[in-house]
């Protein structure tokens, strides 16, 4: 079966290769072989076997009435997006790695998918190469699934571990994340969260079956966190994590992205480097966790192949999988983000403790680096803590995920 590739960047050449390399492999399991017939690119690659099947034209893939199963590795939410409705139009199934896209029109897509007989798929879009979108879809159909929280984003994860574990700097650490292609084209989508926040909408999304769109999503990135969180930290027994936690109540949603320090004792804790893991809480299966590498060419490659071969067999007859929309244009409940509850590590000035200690009730001390004065709140509220906060100089405030 013939397929195209839309981008030869850095996962869309790993798609290339990943079609090439396991070819014999795919043609066993899924029962179908792949033959990638284009690649489209803007820019040309002298000497690279792409040459054979470059084309600077999307009409050579959307018109070739061979080309059944297309990847979507470009990027961004303009042509990509043109770009796949029109494939999708054509009966041509989408799978992508876009998570901006899919964070911003999935619904949309998935309706026009349905609606053509054909599908759109995008696990390598949530955790690169780790199988996770499919599994919350289809092995836990028996869970009402309670919570998630995970690490969703490989730059941040990898800067903050060689921050904490070699005292690297963060333009250092970032610039590794860079030249191994973890990062986004802007990097200031990982670092202040917007990538993580994107997957979060996408996760949220599923699980309530409704649109849960970014701007729901509270986001802090991690460019205010310094050295000292890392201190406090390892005092706590804890490290300095982004996390995505996303809690459903009732019928309604919350879902937010922020460093947060996690315990020794947390499975998160362990989650190194571009490692990315999800810690799913469903009602009946209890805590699972999900594990592997959450960015780079071949891992993301790899998530994009499977769904490629899972649409290629649809095509081929050896499937009855149909297109059902993860989820509806319908906006999910959300719960304001004044409600949202969780304990903090605060740091004040040394001379601000007697007013810290009278605007939190219940605190529990810290041993302070020089000149600060530092505690665990209780849990509360985000309404709460503002209101305690406002008369008092907080030199830093960061989440702690302590609780059960
Ligand atoms: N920039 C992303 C990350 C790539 O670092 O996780 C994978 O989505």
């Given at each position: 079966?013939?397929v195209?590739?839309?981008?030869?960047?850095?996962?869309?050449?790993g798609v290339?290769e990943v079609l090439?390399?396991n070819?014999?492999?795919i043609?066993?399991?899924a029962?179908?072989?792949l033959?990638?017939?284009?690649?489209?690119?803007?820019?040309?690659?002298?000497?690279?076997?792409?040459?054979?099947?470059?084309?600077?034209?999307?009409?050579?893939?959307?018109?070739?009435?061979?080309?059944?199963?297309?990847a979507?590795?470009?990027?961004?939410?303009?042509?990509?997006?043109?770009?796949?409705?029109?494939?999708?139009?054509?009966?041509?199934?989408?799978c992508?790695?876009?998570?901006?896209?899919?964070?911003?029109?999935?619904?949309?897509?998935?309706?026009?998918?349905?609606?053509?007989?054909?599908?759109?798929?995008?696990?390598a879009?949530?955790?690169?190469?780790?199988?996770?979108?499919?599994?919350?879809?289809?092995?836990?159909?028996?869970?009402?699934?309670?919570?998630?929280?995970?690490?969703?984003?490989?730059?941040?994860?990898?800067?903050?571990?060689?921050?904490?574990?070699?005292?690297?700097?963060?333009?250092?650490?970032?610039?590794?994340?860079?030249?191994?292609?973890?990062?986004?084209?802007?990097?200031?989508?990982?670092?202040?969260?917007?990538?993580?926040?994107?997957?979060?909408?996408?996760?949220?999304?599923?699980?309530?079956?409704?649109?849960?769109?970014?701007?729901?999503?509270?986001?802090?990135?991690?460019?205010?966190?310094?050295?000292?969180?890392?201190?406090?930290?390892?005092?706590?027994?804890?490290?300095?994590?982004?996390?995505?936690?996303?809690?459903?109540?009732?019928?309604?949603?919350?879902?937010?992205?922020?460093?947060?320090?996690?315990?020794?004792?947390?499975?998160?804790?362990?989650?190194?480097?571009?490692?990315?893991?999800?810690?799913?809480?469903?009602?009946?299966?209890?805590?699972?966790?999900?594990?592997?590498?959450?960015?780079?060419?071949?891992?993301?490659a790899s998530a994009v192949v499977a769904d490629m071969a899972d649409?290629?067999?649809?095509?081929?007859?050896?499937?009855?999988?149909?297109?059902?929309?993860?989820?509806?244009?319908?906006?999910?409940?959300?719960?304001?983000?004044?409600?949202?509850?969780?304990?903090?590590?605060?740091?004040?000035?040394?001379?601000?403790?007697?007013?810290?200690?009278?605007?939190?009730?219940?605190?529990?001390?810290?041993?302070?680096?020089?000149?600060?004065?530092?505690?665990?709140?209780?849990?509360?509220?985000?309404?709460?803590?503002?209101?305690?906060?406002?008369?008092?100089?907080?030199?830093?405030?960061?989440?702690?995920?302590?609780?059960?």
């Open positions: 079966m013939k195209a590739i839309l981008g030869y960047g850095t996962v869309g050449s290339y090439n390399s070819k014999e492999i043609k066993r399991k029962g179908v072989s033959e990638v017939a284009h690649v489209l690119d803007l820019r040309d690659f002298p000497g690279d076997p792409v040459e054979s099947v470059l084309t600077h034209d999307v009409a050579d893939i959307i018109n070739d009435p061979e080309v059944k199963v297309v979507e590795v470009m990027g961004g939410v303009g042509a990509a997006y043109k770009f796949t409705k029109a494939a999708l139009e054509a009966g041509k199934s989408v992508t790695s876009n998570k901006e896209l899919v964070a911003t029109h999935g619904s949309e897509l998935m309706k026009i998918a349905q609606e053509h007989g054909c599908r759109y798929l995008f696990e879009s949530v955790g690169g190469g780790i199988p996770l979108i499919r599994p919350i879809m289809t092995a836990l159909h028996g869970d009402d699934i309670v919570h998630m929280k995970s690490i969703l984003n490989g730059t941040t994860n990898y800067i903050l571990t060689r921050m904490s574990e070699s005292g690297a700097g963060f333009n250092e650490a970032l610039s590794e994340a860079q030249q191994k292609g973890y990062a986004e084209a802007d990097p200031t989508a990982d670092v202040e969260g917007h990538d993580a926040m994107r997957k979060t909408a996408i996760l949220a999304s599923i699980l309530e079956g409704k649109a849960v769109s970014c701007e729901n999503v509270h986001t802090e990135g991690i460019s205010s966190v310094t050295m000292a969180d890392f201190k406090y930290a390892r005092k706590l027994h804890a490290g300095v994590k982004l996390l995505s936690v996303i809690k459903r109540e009732n019928d309604m949603i919350s879902a937010m992205v922020a460093p947060f320090l996690v315990r020794e004792d947390n499975e998160l804790f362990g989650v190194k480097g571009v490692k990315n893991a999800s810690l799913v809480r469903g009602n009946a299966v209890g805590d699972i966790m999900f594990y592997g590498s959450g960015a780079g060419k071949l891992p993301t649409a290629a067999r649809c095509v081929a007859g050896l499937s009855e999988t149909k297109q059902v929309p993860a989820w509806t244009e319908e906006p999910a409940k959300v719960i304001p983000f004044e409600l949202y509850e969780s304990a903090s590590l605060v740091r004040v000035a040394a001379a601000d403790e007697q007013a810290a200690r009278k605007a939190f009730k219940e605190i529990k001390e810290v041993a302070p680096l020089e000149g600060e004065f530092a505690f665990l709140t209780g849990v509360m509220t985000e309404g709460v803590y503002e209101k305690a906060v406002s008369g008092l100089n907080i030199i830093s405030r960061i989440r702690v995920d302590f609780t059960e």
